[in-house]
């Protein structure tokens, strides 16, 4: 008997597996952009909700404070930045709105741009941080 023998490489195999290599490539090109864009999209956001709960956390601590009698604005600023994260003490602004008597309805804004928050990635896609703003708002009764 006598063995069969397979050619190891014919031309016909060789050009197919370069057209093969050729296209993955071009796969790679059309969708790594995509790809990038999302992954950019992901960190900008993440960064964003935690600077959102940050905030918010702020804002419910001025909150406890502006409820207590005698507060005053000064008090409340000082409670909010100092529950803030640093980078954000300098570009905080806090507004204290409510009634002076028992039982009023006391409401702490705490804003900040979202540039300070998270760097400015999608900007090339047309989404811009440029004037946006982050806001925290809580309301409680004062005792």
């Known amino acids: 008997m006598v063995p ?3 050619p190891s490489s ?3 195999r060789r ?3 370069r057209r093969r290599t050729g296209l993955a490539t071009a796969e790679l ?3 790594l ?3 990038l864009i999302v992954l950019m999209a992901i960190f900008e956001f993440s960064l964003l909700f935690l600077a959102r709960g940050e905030l918010v956390d702020a804002s419910r601590e001025g909150a406890r404070v502006a409820a207590l009698p005698g507060a005053n604005q000064e008090s409340v600023e000082w409670a909010v930045r100092e529950n803030v994260a640093p980078r954000f003490r300098n570009a905080v602004v806090v507004d204290v ?3 002076a008597q028992s039982g009023d309805v006391i409401t702490v804004a705490v804003r900040v741009p979202m540039r300070s928050a998270s760097p400015d990635l999608l900007w090339p896609v047309g989404y811009s941080l440029k004037d946006q703003t982050l806001v ?3 309301r409680i009764l004062r005792e």
């Open 97 to 99: 709105s409510g009634g």
């Open 10 to 12: 014919s031309p016909a």
């Open 136 to 138: 925290a708002e809580t």
């Open 33 to 35: 952009p995509i790809l």
């Open 4 to 6: 069969i023998r397979y």
């Open 15 to 17: 050009v197919s597996a």
């Open 29 to 31: 090109a059309l969708t």
